[in-house]
């Protein structure tokens, strides 16, 4: 079964910065990227029975915002079990908890003094993971 990082990211820079520390990770799996919620959302829908997924998700989107996404995602019986990692720029503790309240995997920093340890723990993750079984 092969992987996919679904990056659910509107700024080019913080997706250049994301997929440039993948490659020196040496994560070997696709990436895919969508600009705003809504793109994201049915790329993730249209993928989920088909591979592994890890899905890196910003807060602030166009069209649909990230906890739209995860209320969708938590509702719906194939996407449910999806790995989600928020990867924002928020500290509001509000969002804390309401991603958490959706099972995410971790929230996490996009600042650029810890990026680079941000992508290291999702690959370390990815790498040491069991995934759920894919819904049928």
Known sequence: MSLAIISI????????MMSKELNKQGFSGDVIRAKDGEDGLNL??????????????????????????????????????????????????????????YNVAGFLSKESKSFSETVNLV????????????AR
């Open 9 to 16: 990211e509107d700024d080019d820079i913080d997706f250049k």
């Open 123 to 134: 690959c370390d993750y990815v790498g040491l993971n069991y995934f759920p079984p894919l």
């Open 44 to 101: 993730i829908k249209s993928q989920a029975n088909q591979r592994d997924l890890v899905v890196l998700l910003d807060l602030n989107l166009p069209k649909l915002n990230g906890i739209e996404i995860l209320q969708e995602l938590r509702a719906n019986a194939q996407t449910k079990n999806i790995i989600v990692f928020v990867l924002t720029t928020s500290k509001a503790d509000e969002d804390r908890l309401k991603a958490y309240e």
